[in-house]
């Protein structure tokens, strides 16, 4: 690895292993490990990754997982029957969990959906019911008294993509995802890699140290085609790098310069360990599904962290679209079945790479929507439904509590914009602790995760 | 103190704290054509509105002319127009920031996007559902037309008040998106009041937030009306979210940040825009994309409104206006507004100060009018904090150029023209092969960036400060920006060539070369390091060799281009 990154992982490591000392090395090494942290990560030999698949927009939860049961299909049809989708067309894509759902209560995925559906039936995939944004556990009565602190600018996209991602609003300079980054980029070769974004900026993937790296579905993009001359020029093709690096008094020239050294650095090693995994050996993805793409993308840096001695490693993609206010029932049938298709895709690359067990995909999205519709479309809502894929994932399961279907129901604050029940540093605790990190190291992570009973830090889906 | 160009200049004592200069700022409507600095013995050009209260004496003190220098003149062009060129900067120099404003203010557009469609016979069947014609027109007016100010704050606009096409969800999309563009360019220099009210009544906007054929609510289904443009409005256009100074800082209570709105008052706003439609049935031309949208009493909710302390009823166009005139009237509309403009046109983390002198123009001209567009713009870039000098030494002034701007400033300082009028730059928005950015191709109404965006584990966002323009900065789009515009350089694109030809009589004078591609590319911002390389880099390529004038002249260019200080604009 380059003297670059190597200084990068060396202060990391420096940083973490300080707070080792004060640990305290009485007792014998290895039953101290989940205390001290990330020392275990530092030392560890295997690989994990964790992928966030970003729906930027606000996913339609109720056309997504859709319900089924005669009494609550009803209910949901109702309350949206211009936009609902009908009844004998979800039976090909109904979920039978492992254990029935209480009082009868039963989903199916949306009909284009087939992907996840069948990954559900072989355990590979589970649903995590009504999950969203909280800073602690907020029943109705305290939503409408305002009697506990509720995420500021819920219904705001960007203020709730933010905080989705980072536990604060716009703004953030942190999110969950980098932060995990923190406390393992000590342990991999080539730690500028270890937050990886194949879709440009996301908060998620910031850390206090790590800084994401962003990778196009192409690959790095090689300075003027590594010429070693600029306009018959090689002084003047030295000079490009020397001025595109060259550090600043100007903070904002400064800091262009460091992201295109960070750049021109990682070029060499990125292209080489990715041209050893070329996109022709991952044939499984579909075309035309930009996060087919991007996700094909993650595969191979998969397969180039072996290679680059990653160990621990959080990648985020993302697909747009889903802020439906109309046209609902032309578009979203497509686009969440891109999604299908490509977590499907991804799914089984991952097996055929023998990495299924170590890669744990998750979704998210700003919010979900209201229950009811605006004519085709339905408007911001809050709590919504995902999905956590892989093959340490205990699937075929729903997790979480079914929310009543309705308006101005025990489990909605209006229009049907679900109360989440379950939180998202709660479903990121989750991830977190399958990925590594020590509940010593959790508030760091997740600052509001103190909000919650440490029994219920974990929902045991992975 | 003197600056460089021996002109007298207030001292400035630290960086951030610009509202210690002691220099009062606004130039007075149809003051003195003398850069806004220049006036510190005067004591005051802003009369009782835009005053920084830093001024003492109100009596004007005659002060003999002093011309701009070129590095003055290139910098303000850099802010005002689409990019300087050498013309322009000698007639600035000449015309003097008041004249050049006035001529601007009062240039008629040339054409407007819809009519060069027209003309140029994109109305045609084979090109109803496609986007053909938009991309050409856009570049075309924003390197080309000689309304130039107009331009700059268009697209100022456009960064502000998003559409992006691809969200557009209409026939004749480029139509649409031409008619809003035009909107914003027509309503530039007018009210910000007229302006708000024409994106309401667009069909571009109308498509892009979903507010169409928005329904009244339907107590049967439950339907109730789409949300999306009342937030968005409020949200992004007008107000933001929280309560504001005229400075620009947020209000609080007890530490916590006053909100302008709830979701109550979105639902409530919301049942107003309802019953837009398009202004007739006949899609077989683009005709009704650029119709102001008509009411159709069948979906308009014509009962009760509530939201923002304020009630309207009776539904209509009345209610319609009844509610924008109220959120225009909002005390947060002034800074909110002002300080975006700030950062789109002078620098990313403008003072207080600044943000105050600005929004208490828009708040009134001086003459009782709220949302003068033009006094507005001209206060923006008089002001001290936008010519003073104290930016250029500054650690933190100033703004990343947008790419958008780092492309047509190429195109107009080497007068690139498109003989074939196709004007086939493209959509550039790829962040892997070409800008990141391209102009009304937003892919959400957020835009590129956000007016708040701080770039993670940074100085910049450690400092408190913001930087929006890095949103779309990554370790792909600093090389992919470099490759496209190594390529444009070289061979421009299609038949849009760049002309070197007056740059390439002083190649072989390397000095020479490269100060005047520094002064009309980076107005003279490159630092002494930057041109001591790149001088050495032209020189590289003996005077002798084949193709020499052209190959040195291409290497200054590019290698400007590349250089974190002309990728910083001051």
Redesign the interface.
């Known amino acids: 690895m380059s003297r670059f990154q190597h200084d990068q992982s060396r202060r990391a490591f420096l940083r973490r292993t300080g707070q080792l000392a004060l640990a305290g090395t009485a007792a014998p090494f290895l039953t101290t490990l989940s205390a001290i942290g990330d020392a275990a990560a530092a030392t560890a030999t295997d690989y994990k990754a964790l992928v966030c698949v970003y729906l930027?927009?606000g996913n339609d939860y109720a056309n997504t997982v859709v319900p089924y049961d005669q009494a609550s299909y009803n209910a949901y049809w109702?309350?949206?029957?211009?936009i609902g989708l009908q009844r004998d067309a979800l039976a090909n894509t109904l979920l039978t969990p492992r254990t029935g759902l209480d009082g009868g209560r039963q989903y199916a995925l949306a009909p284009t959906m087939g992907g996840l559906a069948s990954l559900f039936a072989d355990g590979k995939a589970a649903v995590v019911l009504n999950l969203g944004t909280l800073v602690q556990p907020t029943t109705k009565a305290q939503y409408q008294q305002n009697s506990v602190k509720l995420p500021p600018?819920?219904?705001?996209?960007?203020?709730q993509t933010s905080y989705f991602q980072a536990s604060s609003p716009?703004?953030a300079?942190?999110g969950w995802g980098?932060r995990m980054g923190d406390l393992f980029m000590s342990g991999n070769g080539a730690s500028t890699l270890t937050c990886v974004?194949t879709s440009?900026?996301a908060?998620f993937l910031?850390?206090?140290?790590?800084?994401q790296?962003?990778?196009?579905?192409?690959g790095?993009?090689?300075?003027?085609?590594n010429a070693k001359s600029?306009?018959?020029?090689?002084?003047?093709a030295t000079?490009?790098r020397?001025?595109?690096t060259?550090q600043?008094?100007?903070?904002?020239?400064?800091?262009?310069?460091?992201?295109?050294k960070?750049?021109?650095d990682?070029?060499a090693t990125l292209s080489s360990a990715l041209g050893a995994a070329p996109a022709s050996g991952f044939p499984l993805f579909p075309s035309n599904n930009s996060l087919a793409d991007q996700l094909r993308m993650v595969a191979r840096m998969i397969t180039a962290s072996q290679t680059l001695g990653i160990r621990r490693q959080v990648f985020f993609v993302s697909i747009?679209g889903f802020?439906m206010?109309?046209?609902l029932m032309a578009q979203h049938p497509t686009l969440i079945g891109k999604v299908s298709d490509a977590m499907k895709a991804f799914y089984d690359t991952t097996v055929a790479m023998g990495v299924a067990q170590q890669v744990t995909s998750f979704t998210a999205s700003d919010f979900g929507r209201?229950l009811?519709?605006?004519?085709d479309?339905s408007?911001?809502g809050w709590g919504s439904h995902h999905f956590v894929m892989g093959g340490a994932v205990a699937g075929q399961r729903f997790y979480g509590r079914a929310p009543v279907v309705g308006?101005n129901t025990a489990d909605d604050v209006g229009?049907g914009r679900l109360l989440p029940a379950v939180s998202v540093d709660q479903y990121a605790a989750t991830l977190a602790s399958w990925f590594g990190v020590g509940a010593g190291d959790m508030r760091t992570v997740l600052p509001n995760i103190g909000n919650y009973d440490s029994s219920t830090w974990n929902l045991g889906f992975v | 103190m003197l600056d460089s160009d021996g002109l007298r200049v207030a001292d400035d004592r630290g960086t951030l704290a610009v509202d210690a200069v002691a220099t009062p700022s606004a130039v007075k409507a149809g003051g003195a054509a003398l850069p806004a600095f220049l006036l510190a013995a005067c004591g005051g050009g802003g009369g009782d509105g835009a005053t920084s209260g830093t001024s003492s004496s109100t009596t004007p003190v005659t002060v003999a002319p002093v011309a701009l220098s070129a590095a003055q003149s290139s910098r303000f062009l850099g802010q005002a127009t689409m990019g300087a060129t050498r013309g322009s900067i000698d007639a600035l120099v000449s015309r003097g920031f008041e004249g050049w404003l006035t001529d601007q203010f009062a240039m008629p557009r040339a054409t407007s996007h819809w009519d060069w469609l027209v003309k140029n016979g994109f109305n045609v069947t084979a090109n109803m559902n496609i986007e053909t014609g938009f991309d050409p027109t856009m570049w075309r007016q924003l390197i080309a037309e000689p309304d130039q100010l107009r331009q700059r704050v268009g697209m100022a606009l456009l960064d502000m008040l998003v559409v992006g096409i691809g969200g557009v969800n209409l026939s004749w999309a480029q139509f649409a998106m031409a008619a809003y563009v035009d909107v914003l360019l027509d309503n530039a220099f007018g009210s910000f009041r007229t302006l708000i009210g024409a994106i309401t009544t667009n069909a571009a906007m109308a498509s892009f937030l979903t507010f169409l054929n928005n329904r009244k609510a339907n107590a049967n289904t439950g339907a109730q009306p789409d949300e999306n443009y009342a937030r968005e409005l409020m949200q992004l256009f007008t107000l933001g979210l929280y309560q504001l100074n005229m400075d620009g800082s947020v209000k609080t209570s007890g530490g916590v940040p006053l909100e302008t709105y709830g979701q109550a008052d979105v639902t409530g706003l919301a049942r107003v825009f309802t019953g837009l439609q398009l202004a007739s049935n006949d899609n077989t031309t683009p005709d009704r994309m650029r119709q102001p949208l008509v009411m159709n009493a069948g979906l308009n909710e014509t009962g009760t409104s509530t939201f923002l302390g304020t009630t309207v009823s009776g539904g209509g166009m009345a209610a319609i206006n009844a509610a924008l005139d109220a959120i225009v009237a909002h005390p947060n509309v002034p800074p909110f507004v002002s300080k975006q403009l700030i950062q789109r046109l002078v620098t990313s983390n403008p003072s207080p100060a600044y943000i105050q002198r600005v929004a208490t123009v828009f708040a009134d001209n001086g003459s009782g009018v709220r949302g003068d567009m033009k006094a507005v713009i001209r206060a923006i870039l008089l002001d001290s904090e936008a010519r003073g000098d104290a930016a250029l030494s500054s650690a933190s002034a100033g703004k990343l150029r947008e790419p958008v701007m780092r492309l047509t400033g190429w195109a107009r300082a080497y007068g690139v023209t498109s003989p074939s009028n196709a004007w086939a730059i493209g959509d550039t928005s790829s962040p892997s092969s070409r800008l990141g950015q391209s102009m009304g191709r937003s892919p959400s109404v957020f835009n590129f960036f956000r007016p708040g965006y701080a770039p993670p584990d940074t100085a910049i966002a450690g400092a408190g400060l913001v930087a929006p323009e890095f949103q779309i900065t990554n370790e792909q789009s600093v090389v992919a920006y470099v490759n496209y515009m190594s390529t444009l350089v070289a061979n421009g694109t299609g038949d849009m060539k760049p002309d070197y030809t007056a740059l390439a009589a002083k190649a072989s004078d390397s000095a020479a070369l490269v100060d005047e591609v520094n002064l009309v590319l980076a107005a003279g911002q490159l630092g002494s390091d930057a041109i001591t390389a790149i001088r050495a880099a032209v020189d590289s390529v003996a005077s002798t060799a084949t193709n020499a004038a052209t190959l040195r002249t291409q290497i200054a260019i590019l290698l400007t281009l590349a250089s974190p200080e002309y990728l910083t604009v001051k």
């Open positions: 930027a927009g109702a309350a949206r029957a211009n600018k819920l219904f705001s996209h960007n203020d716009e703004g300079t942190s980098g974004n440009g900026n908060v910031a850390g206090k140290q790590a800084v790296y962003a990778v196009g579905t192409g790095p993009v090689a300075l003027l085609n600029l306009y018959g020029s090689s002084t003047a000079t490009l020397t001025l595109m060259a600043s008094t100007q903070m904002f020239a400064n800091e262009h310069a460091r992201v295109s960070r750049a021109l990682t070029y747009g802020d206010h109309d046209l209201t009811q519709s605006n004519d479309g408007d911001h308006n229009q």
